[in-house]
Structure formats: C-alpha cells, structure tokens
C-alpha cells in the first residue's frame, strides 16, 4: 500500500470555527509533513514530523496546530482563520527525513476555504 | 544561495509530439534532483530522482531526465506526449538542509 489517504477533500469553515484536517499512511513511514499550496503555485511546506516528533516548523502562524498521534496519523488542527488561508493542504510521507534521497509520498490534499 | 528555477511557466504541445521541460538549480554541490507531476486538483506523484551515477535517469510514464552538471541543469524529457500528460510539472531539488525546495513548477497543455 503506497497511499497516503487525506480526510476530508473539502472543507468549508468561518472565522471562528475550529476543524481538523487528518492524513493517514500505512507505509511504515517515519517522517510526515504539511504543505500549504495556493493556487498557481508551488507547495510551501508548513510542518516536518520525524518520528513523532516536531522537527520543523516553518515559522506556521499558532492558529495552524499539527499533531502526530502515531506513526500513521497526522492532524493539522485549525481554529480562527483567515481567507487568506484558503488552500489545498497536502500531506506527505517518507521513510526516514533524514536521508535526503527518499521520496516523499503525497496524499490528494484537503481543499480548505474560509469565509 | 540555492536556488531552483523552471524557467517555462506553460508549455503547449500536440499530442504525439516530443517534450523537454528545463530546471536549472544554484548549488555549490549535487544536490539531490526530483521531478513531481500534480494532475489537476491532485496531489503530487513523484517522476524520477538523481543523486549520483548515470546522468540519465529513467521514470515512470515514459519520462526521462538528464544530469548536466557544467549547466547545472536537470531537465525532464519524454518522446512522445499523450493526452493525460497535461499537469502541472515542478523540479524540486533537496540542497541537503531536510527539505525539498521547489521550483514554481510548469503547467503543461496538450493539444489533440
């Protein structure tokens, strides 16, 4: 199974909800990431997990919370959102972050927009 | 600095017809080479990667890639295009920090 599956595929939210965006592999990879991609252009990337841990955050505004529950899941938690932050956020995977040659396996992307 | 740059913002070409997509990088080194393709509405698929060895470099879909280090470039070719080529294409190098920094890609049109 070389999927990485991203719930939903849409979602609609107002300024003041709170949403979760969910992202699941079951590659036994190590390392999963958040990207954030508008329109047009290429995908910016948001957050690196390396075995569960936090290893990079791109400078990510607060309202964007990631979670890594266990090897398989990561959530990407939203609260007090901007339009701005309308996007197609995408998940990936790979087997290890460190090694610089793995590819990095990408889920379909969840289609965000904020009114 | 590192760079990356897919000079070609859209390219248009028939359906059957040969294609060549150009990415050049700003490096002090090899730095790991990828070529992803996102289909509309889609997430990313990866093509082919280089790092060392044979400077041409064989992927899916028919899609090949060749290494000039004197040009720093790492451009995606494929003979013969069909209809479900049509993507957005991005070369994304990885300059041995962890991440893969990628180019501003290239939207790719085929007509019948």
């Known amino acids: 199974d070389t999927e990485v599956t991203q719930t939903p595929k849409h979602l609609v939210m107002g300024m003041t909800n709170k949403k979760s965006l969910k992202c699941e592999q079951h590659m036994g990879h190590r390392a999963m990431y958040w990207y954030k991609q508008k329109a047009k252009k290429p995908p910016e990337l948001m957050f690196v997990y390396s075995y569960e841990k936090l290893s990079i955050n791109e400078s990510v505004p607060s309202r964007f919370s990631p979670e890594c529950p266990n090897s398989s899941l990561l959530n990407l938690h939203l609260h007090a959102l901007q339009p701005e932050d309308s996007a197609l956020y995408l998940c990936?995977?790979?087997?290890?972050?460190?090694?610089?040659?793995?590819?990095?396996?990408f889920g379909p992307g969840t289609r965000l927009t904020v009114l | 600095a590192q760079s990356v740059t897919q000079p070609d913002i859209h390219i248009t070409v028939s359906e059957g017809a040969s294609l060549e997509l150009r990415c050049n990088y700003s490096?002090?080194?090899?730095?790991?080479l990828f070529w992803y393709v996102q289909s509309p509405g889609q997430g990313l698929q990866l093509l082919l990667k280089y790092f060392s060895g044979d400077t041409l470099v064989q992927g899916i879909k028919g899609f090949e890639a060749e290494f000039k280090r004197s040009q720093s470039s790492f451009n995606l070719r494929k003979p013969s295009v069909h209809w479900s080529d049509a993507a957005e294409y991005f070369c994304?190098?990885?300059?041995?920090?962890?991440?893969?920094?990628f180019g501003t890609g290239t939207r790719l049109t085929i007509i019948p």
């Open positions: 990936a995977s790979s087997q290890d972050w460190t090694n610089w040659y793995n590819e990095q396996f």
């Open positions: 490096y002090g080194a090899t730095p790991y």
């Open positions: 994304a190098p990885n300059f041995g920090n962890e991440k893969l920094t």
